[in-house]
């Protein structure tokens, strides 16, 4: 049985996965990476991008503001989680780069959620046996791991 | 801000009333609009993990594990919370740093 265990080692955090796992969050961040470059579809925008105002003319300004830099960071997040899966494991993931994994897994669950129609709490349980969700259920599993070990 | 061209403009717009007795001006007491509070609101996401909720909660603004909980409960159960109330700059780079995260949020005035 290979070894899956995200823990805390001191000041990293060691992320230990069988190898199709990390070929799948490859795959997943190459993926990602293209869908941002190519601008994501609205629905998927909005939930990446949301909204911070109700008011037209304050949310054009907080857009004018800051849509730039959180688009980068969005990149950079993901950049910073795909080099790391180049390194051989186990991958020892420095804070920063702890909290970039948090925010890209974070990034693509919300896409996949999203192009996956998920609207309403419950969907979980409901969707354990669906391969369409199997993705969405991996992330959120090593997502809450990551979470376990920083907390 | 504005005060003197927002009374204009109420002036303006009712051109038959009388004219007015005094055009008020901002009591000097009165909180400038910038400092006035502004509600930090986190809402109600399928998507987002509970858990990862409460990390970002505990991360931003430093709220210890039970708080954090408490918080987080409120956004699942009741659709959205208020987590911060700041002025408006302060309140809008919260919700600019949940973005970052990857959370729904926005700011209204308090």
Request: net charge negative; charged share 30%.
């Amino acid at each position: 049985m290979p070894r899956r265990s995200v823990r805390r080692r001191g000041d990293a955090v060691r992320v230990e996965l069988p190898d199709e796992e990390l070929d799948v969050l490859r795959h997943l961040g190459a993926e990602m990476a293209g869908l941002l470059a190519g601008g994501p579809p609205d629905e998927v925008r909005e939930r990446l991008f949301p909204a911070a105002y109700d008011d037209a003319m304050k949310e054009a300004e907080y857009r004018r503001l800051t849509a730039s830099d959180l688009e980068e960071r969005k990149a950079a997040d993901l950049a910073m989680l795909r080099a790391s899966l180049e390194r051989s494991p186990p991958i020892d993931l420095s804070p920063e780069e702890a909290g970039a994994w948090l925010g890209a897994l974070q990034d693509m669950r919300l896409t996949l959620g999203t192009m996956l129609g998920v609207e309403e709490d419950g969907w979980e349980g409901e969707t354990d046996d669906d391969p369409q969700f199997a993705v969405l259920h991996y992330l959120g599993f090593l997502q809450d791991s990551l979470v376990g070990a920083l907390m | 801000m504005g005060g003197a061209e927002q009374a204009y403009r109420v002036v303006m717009a009712v051109p038959l009333a009388p004219a007015p007795q005094r055009i008020d001006t901002p009591e000097h007491n009165e909180v400038p609009e910038h400092d006035l509070p502004w509600n930090v609101i986190v809402w109600n996401d399928p998507i987002t993990l509970m858990s990862y909720v409460v990390l970002v909660l505990r991360q931003l603004f430093g709220y210890d594990e039970a708080t954090a909980t408490k918080l987080m409960l409120k956004v699942h159960h009741e659709g959205k919370a208020v987590v911060a109330c700041e002025p408006r700059e302060k309140a809008e780079w919260y919700v600019y740093r949940l973005h970052e995260y990857g959370l729904q949020a926005t700011l209204a005035p308090s």
